[in-house]
C-alpha cells in the first residue's frame, strides 16, 4: 500500500495563509489528489496534479513534487468556510488505476 | 450532469442485525463505483469497488459485502453487524478511462453518506 503522511491540525486566521503539506511513498505515482471534507459531509474534490508544478483555481493552490513524494495545499486569504478537514490521496498504477489511497485528513481551523 | 444518491442518510442498528445500503449514480453510464468507511477521526478505508456490473473487488476482508445488479447502483450488504462496524460510509464514482491536467483527472465523486451505528 502507499504511506500517506499529512498533519493531524492546523490553525490560522482569517485572511491569512496557510500550507498543509503531504508525503506519499508509491511504487507507481500515477496522481495525487485534494479533497476538502466538512464536518459531517462527504469530500469534494479540489485539486488534481499529475506533473511537478502548481496548479492554481482560484484561492487554492496544489504543489507537486515526485522526485521528493511532496505534495502541499496552499489555502490563500483564508475564509471562516474553510474549516475543514484536508485529504491528500494518491492513485499508484501498481494497485489499479481505479484505487485511491486516502491519508487521515488534515483539520484546519480558521479563526476570526 | 451527474449526481449520487446513498440512502438511508442515518442508521441505527444493533449488533448481529442485517444491513443494507443502497447507492445510484444518475447521468452517467459505466461509472467506477466505490464504497469507503470513514470511522470517527480516521481517514477513508476503501472497501469495494467495481468496475463494471457484477464485478466486485474486496480491498479488506470482513463482514461486509457488495454487489453491482445494475450499472449504476451499488449495493453494501451485512447479514450480522459488529460494533466496529459502525462509521460513515460513503459511496463515490468516477469516470472510466480519461486523463489529464484538467478536470478530468478520474477524481472521485461522492454521495452523501451514511451515518451508520451498531449498539
Known amino acids: 500500500g502507499q504511506n500517506i503522511d499529512q498533519p493531524t491540525e492546523m490553525t490560522a486566521t482569517e485572511g491569512a495563509i496557510v500550507q498543509i503539506n503531504c508525503t506519499y511513498q508509491?511504487?507507481?505515482?500515477?496522481?495525487l489528489f485534494w479533497y476538502q471534507q466538512h464536518a459531517g459531509e462527504a469530500p469534494t474534490f479540489l485539486s488534481y496534479?499529475?506533473?511537478?508544478g502548481l496548479e492554481e483555481k482560484g484561492r487554492f493552490s496544489s504543489f507537486l513534487s515526485r522526485s521528493k513524494g511532496y505534495s502541499y495545499l496552499l489555502l490563500k486569504e483564508l475564509q471562516m468556510k474553510d474549516s475543514a478537514s484536508y485529504l491528500c490521496?494518491?492513485?499508484?498504477?501498481?494497485?489499479?488505476?481505479?484505487?485511491?489511497?486516502f491519508g487521515a485528513g488534515t483539520t484546519v481551523t480558521v479563526r476570526a | 450532469s451527474q449526481t449520487i444518491h446513498q440512502w438511508p442518510a442515518t442508521l441505527v442498528q444493533p449488533v448481529g442485525s442485517p444491513l443494507s445500503l443502497e447507492c445510484t449514480v444518475e447521468?452517467?453510464?459505466?461509472?467506477?463505483l466505490y464504497w469507503y468507511r470513514q470511522a470517527a477521526g480516521r481517514g477513508l478505508q476503501l472497501l469495494f469497488y467495481?468496475?463494471?456490473?457484477?464485478?466486485i473487488s474486496s480491498e479488506v476482508p470482513q463482514n461486509l459485502s457488495a454487489s453491482r445488479p445494475q450499472d449504476r447502483q451499488f449495493i453494501l450488504s451485512s447479514k450480522k453487524l459488529l460494533l466496529s462496524d459502525s462509521g460513515f460510509y460513503l459511496c463515490?464514482?468516477?469516470?472510466?478511462?480519461?486523463?489529464?491536467?484538467?478536470?478530468?483527472?478520474?477524481?472521485?465523486?461522492f454521495g452523501p453518506g451514511t451515518r451508520l451505528t451498531v449498539l
Open positions: 463515490a464514482w468516477s469516470v472510466v478511462g480519461k486523463e489529464g491536467r484538467d478536470n478530468w483527472g478520474n477524481e472521485q465523486f
Open positions: 508509491t511504487s507507481g505515482f500515477n496522481g
Open positions: 496534479n499529475v506533473l511537478d
Open positions: 490521496a494518491v492513485r499508484d498504477v501498481w494497485a489499479g488505476d481505479y484505487k485511491l489511497s
Open positions: 447521468g452517467t453510464s459505466n461509472p467506477n
Open positions: 467495481s468496475v463494471g456490473i457484477g464485478q
